[in-house]
């Protein structure tokens, strides 16, 4: 029996998708893929997020929220940890530093006094930076190291996050 060839099958399901592009990309959201893994356990290595750049047009900068900004040459993705005129402390120890959580002051301070060689220091964020850092501190690279990030350096919020 002979099959009459048909010509190659056309994926008809992408036709709407397709549609549909230039009205994501106007809108101001853009896919964005994860790399690294220094947002572990929010956002994994390889998942696929949506990128809202447009989100700070009509909304102010909010602790927690999770945003994707260029920095030094590089697009990080990370949390907001600490907004413009906040107080950060931080314990420090021959370049090693870490935020310090608020309940966990008292004891940092206490650490610092018994000559242990860690010192107890606080950073305001000027008005026109945010602190970062990731979930996963033991992986990120993040304020901690580069100290606060310019607002202009924000490309949008993620979503997902």
């Not at 956002?43 to 994707?68: E, I, K, S």
Request: hydrophobic share 35%; aromatic share 10%; net charge positive.
């Amino acid at each position: 029996m002979l099959k009459h060839y048909r010509g190659p099958r056309r994926p008809y399901y992408l036709c709407p998708l397709l549609a549909l592009i230039p009205l994501f990309v106007s809108s101001g959201l853009r896919p964005m893929v994860v790399l690294g893994s220094s947002m572990v356990p929010g956002l994994q290595p390889g998942q696929v997020t949506v990128l809202d750049g447009g989100y700070y047009r009509g909304h102010p900068l909010a602790r927690g929220d999770v945003v994707a900004f260029r920095w030094h040459g590089q697009t990080y993705v990370k949390r907001v940890y600490a907004l413009p005129g906040e107080e950060v402390q931080l314990l420090c120890n021959q370049g090693y530093s870490n935020v310090i959580a608020p309940e966990m002051r008292a004891k940092a301070q206490r650490l610092a006094e018994r000559g242990t060689g860690f010192t107890v220091q606080s950073r305001r964020i000027p008005a026109d930076c945010f602190y970062v850092l990731g979930d996963n501190t033991s992986a990120s690279v993040d304020s901690r190291e580069w100290g606060p990030v310019p607002i202009t350096a924000i490309l949008g919020r993620v979503r997902g996050g």
